[in-house]
């Protein structure tokens, strides 16, 4: 039953990237159990503006899970407290009246931090562009239905492909890798015959350029595969290995 | 102002064919030479980006985002259309075309709505060769499903979350650019205006939304990419950046709109359960192939569902509209679900909300089937509710989600103004007076894929287009007129947020009054209100509102200041549009004219046309034009369901 609850909250201001940050109280009142984590971060923004002071600047978009914008490390917990739930999905449900919720961005060496909660991912993207994808123009393909892939495969493709880039994966390894989110890629993309003309050389380049953002090593900490808000688990990684281990021993 | 949507002429089934050929062609050498901007980098900005620059253009994309994989087609969820019959069903180009302009209620270009028939079977092809994870049936070969307004399945999905899928393929083949070079990516930049010189598009001028900065950049031709504009009604299943800027920026500049009266309310969504709601969540038409829609069959009856039997439910879809029961288009649905919540048969504390009820799917099927097909869109629901639909129904409610209007454009997808072209949601041309679902997909890939390469083609080709750059004083002159609304934003602002409104508080407002007065039904004296009101809205807003910080920062309030600006402004086309418009057609149901079943009554001999739109001056009435609607393939007729 929804009920309304008041809250303290803690959280990190940062005017640019090149100034220092800190965090900041703020007291709410009466906050509807109904609403998400955002709507009440809107609330706040609300009587801040009210009060003439500069609201938290933070990404969001969708609200709906599934753009990878929103994002924040909420008790220490990339995206909250609740499995599975983006923090945009995540409701004030979850808190007690009297909670004290510190709320930090999404840190990590590859992430410079814009202002406040809002951080620059460009990294992901780059390793995306570094072979993300099928080198196949538009035009002249196939039918569909030309190569058969069975449900498993597409099962555990799709599995995969649901990563929506929002990089609480990197953000809650204490190492700051970026293991998932590349695995996840390069995951799909050698489970799929589509993928396959290119997999070995797609493995060395994006895992490549993965290491040249900045992006930690994996020591099998499984933190990434606790917050991730679309459940990847880390077989991906697995498979990512293996498919950079035959690339460099089998070659090309 | 003058309208030539250059339909090529000969048999319907062949227009495109002799179009791409009677298209002039730009010889690979020279295509290097020319510069494409496209802005957003959706489903049709993505598409069109990658395959221009696989073609040998040069193109600078941009998008408001942090990468362009966020654009708001990744929340798409139930699937896209194609006429591959392979369910072996009846379908086929013509019927997918068919199925498309009467559920547009006749109100679309039979030319472009064949065109996106047929080219829909190579976007399934398309995607499936980028590695997008379609579902696939146990043999190994695609799976289809049924949607609404259709009575073949036709429908390709990825789970629910088909949007997601498409978008990171269309997103993917633009990294592959962006590497290569072909492609320069320019994130969070908001496009401000458009620049014209000699009467064509010459490039844009841009907002870096971290700096503040005012960039210029040019080019030989602009693609607008840039979305619907649902977020005038303040809530919406639109994301939260999603606006009108673009697209009405490049109208005040020239670029005629259509139909901007006509908005697609999608019957299931979760209701709206507070005050401080930011948005609309859409839960997926696809739910309603096994999903079974209804309220109880008398009003006082305030049981919890699972104490409803049977016999005291009013499955209403399925009792008035026999042959698509649920599946009816979603005006139709929408609509009805209204109709009985007015009636006082609503569910839920707010009596805004009817029943969407899978029990009979689960014991027919299992469980273990219909959480397959619909896990994550259930998981959505729970989280925003705290309630599981695979326990007891869900409750739904319609909600501002797609909008059919958008720029006028010609076949070639080229507006009014030589040069700039619109693409995707933010054009008004395949959908009529109302969209089915699982098309907008197929429409933004089917513009950015494989139309505009043809018109890009023809129009470098046909115009002898003069070396301008970012140089040119025209660039200047709208650098410093942007600068200048920038700075209109904060005049009010610098003494302080006391006895001032915010921008959420004008938004709200503008959103309430769209919607009750411009929304699922629409009457003359409730329009004509509106258009009252919506001035003082507009004063309150320049004369009061409170917007902090600066222009030259990372500033989330002058951006959302900015969107709502444009929104005031272009809501009056709206409700001019609704007013001028005097039939019911698909989404816009004029309650003067309706059916003796309610359903929206046509008047093809007054109305059958696509009502254009001319910007005059911020204080002038715009100028209604219309291009006729001929009809030579399809006989228009009342619409039935039964």
Known sequence: ?252 | MELNSRIPSGPLAEKWDSHRFESKLVNPANRRKFRVIVVGTGLAGASAAATLSELGYKVDAFCLHDSPRRAHSIAAQGGINAAKNYQNDGDSVFRLFYDTIKGGDFRAREANVYRLAQVSTEIIDQCVAQGVPFAREYGGTLANRSFGGAQVSRTFYARGQTGQQLLLGAYSALSRQINSGGVTMYNRREMMDVVVVDGKARGIVVRNMITGEIESYGADAVLLCTGGYGNAYFLSTNAMASNVTAAWRACKRGAAFANPSFVQIHPTCIPVHGDYQSKLTLMSESLRNDGRVWVPKNKDDKRPASQIPEEDRDYYLENKYPSFGNLVPRDVASRNAKEQCDLGKGVGSTGLAVYLDFGDAIKRDGADVILRKYGNLFQMYEKITDSDPMVEPMMIYPAVHYTMGGLWVDYNLMTTIPGLFALGECNFSDHGANRLGASALMQGLADGYFVISTSIGQYFGAETISPVNTSDPAFKEVENEVDDRLQKLLQNSSDGPQGKVTVDDVHKELGRLLWDNCGMARNRQELEQALEELPKIKDKFWSSVYVPGAADDLNQSIEKAGRVADFLEFGEFMIRDALAREESCGCHLREESQTEESEALRDDDNYSHVSVWEYKGDDQAPEMHKESLVFENVTPSQRSYK
Not at chain 1, 205 to 231: I, L, R, T
């Open chain 1, 1 to 252: 039953m929804m009920s309304t609850i008041d809250l303290t909250l803690k959280i990190w201001r940062q005017k640019n990237s090149d100034s220092l940050g800190d965090f900041e109280t703020y007291i709410l009142r009466d906050i509807s159990t109904d609403m998400s984590f955002l709507e009440m971060v809107d609330v706040l923004n609300e009587q801040l503006t009210r009060e003439g002071k500069d609201p938290v600047a933070f990404d969001h978009d969708c609200r709906e899970g599934i753009c990878g914008m929103c994002g924040a490390v909420v008790d220490g917990v990339a995206h909250g407290p609740d499995r599975e739930t983006t923090l945009c999905q995540l409701h004030m449900r979850k808190f007690k009246s009297g909670d004290t919720i510190v709320i930090e961005p999404f840190r990590s060496l590859a992430f410079p931090i814009k202002k406040d909660l809002l951080v620059d991912r460009s990294a992901l993207d780059r390793i995306i562009q570094a072979g993300g994808y099928v080198s196949v123009n538009t035009g002249g393909t196939v039918d569909g239905n030309s190569i058969p892939i069975g449900t498993e495969t597409a099962e555990l493709a799709m599995d995969a492909a649901a990563c929506i880039g929002c990089g609480a994966c990197v953000a809650s390894c204490p190492n700051g890798a970026a293991m998932l989110f590349t695995g996840a890629k390069i995951s799909q993309l050698s489970l799929l015959p589509q993928g396959h003309p290119e997999r070995k050389e797609r493995a060395r380049s994006m895992v490549a350029q993965m290491d040249k953002e900045g992006f930690g090593y994996c020591s099998n900490e499984k933190e990434c595969e606790a917050v991730c808000p679309k459940g990847i688990s880390i077989r991906n990684i697995a498979r990512m290995n293996r498919e950079y281990m035959k690339s460099l021993l089998l070659g090309e």
